[in-house]
């Protein structure tokens, strides 16, 4: 799945939950100062924020296969080395760093065992490679009453719920295959305000991710039904959200 979105557009409609989700995620890494850290598939820098907070921006280096995410974390976070590339062909040698961290990123892995045994290889032994990946097969993701709207009224609508790691259990099998020792899961779960409708609603129309290709797919009068599905399901505005996802981490 290609993220080459404005930056704005990715924070409207995930970064407005991935910023929380990072200050749940880190410290997965178990990381202390003096340590390095990589951030794989990193967007505009929500979790490498984090990581710098804790190691400095030279004990932090990210990846992502989108142009524009790259540039915006480069201007986002001076220092860090961000580089343009996939999870699958990481471009460090081995065990490079003490943990390898992946926010929301595994499901869009064209191959999730292979990126998380390239993050196993550049951390060094004993090291942590951790992950996270919201529960969209459980439906207390952040996009679940978007994808139960579109069922009702297009039961044979595509989702993001068969993706790899989000269902119960799938990360720790998946970190298990790429050969990762002591693995352990956990639930992350960060809450969202928004003002109104349109504040939900409006993120979706900007083409981001599944959800943001599925509705620019739409014509205006089946987008509009959506739209109005959605209203119905949702609280009455302003209104919070809960959104969880699996984490999971082991030891190299
Ligand atoms: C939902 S975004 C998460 C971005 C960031 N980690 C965050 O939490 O905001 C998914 C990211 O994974 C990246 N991505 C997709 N395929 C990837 C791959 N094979 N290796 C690394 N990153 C990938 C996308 O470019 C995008 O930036």
């Not at 995930?14 to 880190?26: N, Q, S, T, W, Y």
């Not at 032994?125 to 996009?143: E, K, N, S, Y």
């Not at 595509?158 to 970190?175: H, N, Q, T, V, Y």
């Not at 002591?182 to 809450?191: G, I, S």
């Amino acid at each position: 799945m290609s993220f080459d979105v404005a930056p704005e557009s990715y924070q409207r409609f995930m970064g407005r939950f991935a910023e929380p989700l990072a200050d749940r995620f880190a410290p997965l890494g178990d990381l202390h100062r003096g340590e390095r850290a990589l951030d794989v598939g990193c967007g505009p820098g929500a979790l490498s924020e984090r990581l710098v907070a804790l190691l400095g921006a030279d004990g932090v280096a990210a990846i992502d296969p989108s142009r524009s995410l790259v540039e915006a974390a480069r201007a986002r976070l001076p220092g860090v080395d961000v580089r343009r590339a996939a999870a699958e062909d990481l471009p460090f040698a081995d065990g490079a760093f003490d943990a390898a961290l992946a926010q929301l990123v595994v499901h869009f892995m064209d191959d999730p065992v292979a990126g998380l045994s390239e993050m196993a290889r550049v951390t060094t032994p004993g090291g942590r490679v951790a992950a996270c990946v919201w529960d969209h097969a459980g439906g207390t993701g952040p996009l679940s009453t978007f994808w139960d709207a579109v069922h009702d009224v297009d039961p044979d609508a595509p989702d993001e719920s068969g993706l790899a790691g989000s269902r119960e259990g799938d990360l720790a099998r998946l970190l298990s295959r790429a050969g990762l020792a002591d693995v352990e899961t956990v639930t992350l779960t960060v809450r969202v305000a928004f003002d109104s409708f349109e504040d939900w609603w409006t993120p979706f129309t900007l083409g981001v991710g599944p959800a943001g290709t599925y509705v620019g797919g739409l014509e205006p009068d089946a987008a509009a039904t959506l739209r109005e599905r959605c209203r119905a399901l949702l609280p009455e505005p302003p209104f919070t959200l809960g959104a969880t996802a699996w984490g999971a981490y082991g030891r190299v």
